[in-house]
């Protein structure tokens, strides 16, 4: 399968270390391996996406393993599709990646991986070797028509419209999202009155809504470990200075996970899903 390229939405063909279209539109393949598809014309600011910081955070929560129940819930929901082609929509540094490409090794195929930040893509690419990462807006993806087995998006933003253009008839979107209580504790020190996380409901057009799981656990992480979980989230810049210092000096901190996993399928007639 090839890329599409982001300016004319014609194909991509490999020349030796660089991408070209039929307009001559070029993208080089970078150090790491993974394309740059993200035009400066596209981009919404000079660095968009997470930052360097933040990135490194989410890798060292991650590989601790804090956040695994959630990889395993949506790798066994995996197996029992056994997609050929599978994209990871805002895969970050790749943790979840890595292991959907591991899941569907016997199949063949191909798993790709898109970030906006290039930064991520970088991370994501120096380790996992066995996967296409390129750099790309979610709202513009950089692929065919009806190429797609199965998408997978965790908290990641996407145009619905993409989702259903990109995704084969009978193909699979899963998504994952938070749930009321996720990270309950942690907002509790930020916020004078915390609300339960309340998720607008979905519209998927062209989908239908096959399955839901809600994975949650209790986590018990070290002070160090909820600096970096802070840092990884949205809630950084909102918190107080002795917030950050409250959680360094704690010898533990307990935290609630609620997650919320949905596996949506492509209808063969759109008209079935209205």
Excluded at 228 to 235: G, I, N, V, Y
Excluded at 247 to 262: H, N
Aim: charged content about 20%; proline content about 6%; overall charge negative.
């Amino acid at each position: 399968m090839s890329w599409l390229c982001p300016l004319c939405h014609s194909p991509l063909v490999q020349t030796a270390n660089s991408f070209c279209c039929d307009q001559r539109h070029q993208f080089d393949v970078a150090r790491e391996g993974y394309l740059n598809l993200l035009p400066v014309q596209h981009k919404r600011s000079k660095e968009p996406g997470d930052s360097s910081e933040m990135i490194q955070a989410r890798r060292a929560f991650l590989d601790a393993g804090h956040y695994q129940p959630l990889r395993e819930a949506i790798c066994n929901t995996l197996q029992q599709i056994s997609p050929e082609i599978l994209l990871d929509i805002g895969c970050g540094e790749g943790y979840y990646t890595g292991a959907f490409a591991d899941v569907r090794a016997d199949v063949g195929g191909e798993t790709y991986g898109l970030d906006v930040s290039k930064v991520a893509i970088r991370y994501a690419a120096k380790r996992y070797r066995d996967v296409r990462f390129c750099v790309a807006s979610s709202q513009r993806l950089p692929f065919a028509d009806n190429s797609m087995d199965t998408i997978v998006r965790i908290f990641a933003p996407c145009n619905a419209a993409e989702l259903a253009r990109v995704v084969k008839p009978g193909g699979v979107v899963i998504t994952a999202t938070p749930g009321p209580r996720h990270l309950y504790q942690l907002k509790e020190l930020i916020y004078q009155q915390v609300e339960l996380h309340h998720e607008v409901p979905e519209v998927m057009p062209g989908f239908i809504l096959k399955q839901t799981l809600q994975p949650a656990w209790n986590m018990t992480l070290t002070g160090e470990q909820a600096v970096t979980l802070l840092q990884m989230t949205p809630f950084a810049w909102r918190a107080r200075p002795e917030v950050w210092q409250q959680l360094k000096q704690g010898s533990t901190f307990a935290c609630e996970t609620d997650f919320v996993v949905r596996v949506w399928e492509k209808v063969v007639d759109n008209l079935e899903a209205q």
